[in-house]
């Protein structure tokens, strides 16, 4: 496969990454490929496929969200920081922003909904683990408390509790001001593939930079419009939405305004 040109390579991955049903395994199966490959020839592959979902390649944009489902992984930071450097250094425009900003520490004071609630133990303050074991039990009341909790591992099990609605999870993610580390366990979740969450979490500030990034090149133009000229949103995701507006498709407008 080295010896394969990057679009080949490209060629590869879609394919590879479209054979699996499953999100977790498509975002699995392209971190393993990157920790796997030499971080150039990886760079250049991503580079094609970056550049083929910019122009609405339906195929690059399905899998570009694998591809930013993996490198949203915690332990993907070096991977990332690596093909930073490769993307500078080779000029792989199209790489370079999707992963261009830095981690940034977020910080945002969130007090905890729980800590004057009536409690199950007592009247003691709930530990962690209670709290994250309230989290998964299917009750709408103790979901809805718990969506307020600051800890980001009580958030990563609220995600998973089969009664959470997608309106839950936009109220969490629209909120303000909010946690970084709590709107990254979102972004790292199975409910960042729908389209709303995605759009509340690039508009947040307080979203990690680096994943507001990454996010941006999966909005269509009416959202990075929306994001570019939101004063809220720094500076430097504005920048990269408006970049990427720049070399979406131009809209046809004739074919746009023709109804039959």
Do not use: F, Y
Request: proline share 7%.
């Amino acid at each position: 496969m080295l010896r394969m040109s990057p679009r080949d390579r490209a060629d590869a991955l879609v394919r590879a990454t479209l054979s699996l049903r499953d999100p977790g395994l498509r975002a699995r199966n392209i971190a393993t490929i990157a920790a796997v490959s030499p971080i150039g020839s990886l760079a250049q592959t991503l580079d094609v496929l970056c550049e083929r979902a910019e122009q609405a390649d339906a195929t690059a944009r399905e899998v570009l969200m694998a591809v930013v489902d993996a490198l949203n992984g915690e332990d993907m930071l070096d991977v990332v920081r690596r093909l930073r450097g490769e993307a500078l250094e080779q000029a792989l425009l199209a790489l370079e922003r999707l992963i261009r900003l830095s981690p940034r520490a977020t910080e945002s004071v969130a007090p905890s909904a729980l800590a004057s609630a009536a409690r199950e133990t007592g009247g003691r303050p709930l530990t962690l683990g209670e709290r994250k074991w309230l989290a998964r039990r299917p009750s709408r009341e103790m979901i809805e408390r718990l969506l307020r909790d600051p800890h980001p591992d009580v958030i990563r099990c609220c995600l998973h509790n089969p009664r959470i609605t997608e309106d839950d999870v936009v109220r969490v993610v629209a909120k303000r001001p909010a946690r970084g580390e709590v709107l990254a366990e979102i972004a790292r979740s199975a409910w960042v593939h729908r389209p709303r969450v995605r759009l509340a979490l690039a508009l947040n500030p307080a979203t990690p930079p680096e994943i507001a990034g990454r996010i941006a090149g999966l909005l269509v133009r009416p959202e990075l419009a929306l994001v570019a000229h939101s004063p809220a949103v720094a500076a430097s995701v504005r920048a990269v939405c408006l970049e990427h507006l720049a070399r979406r498709p131009p809209v046809d407008r004739r074919a746009a305004g023709s109804v039959h």
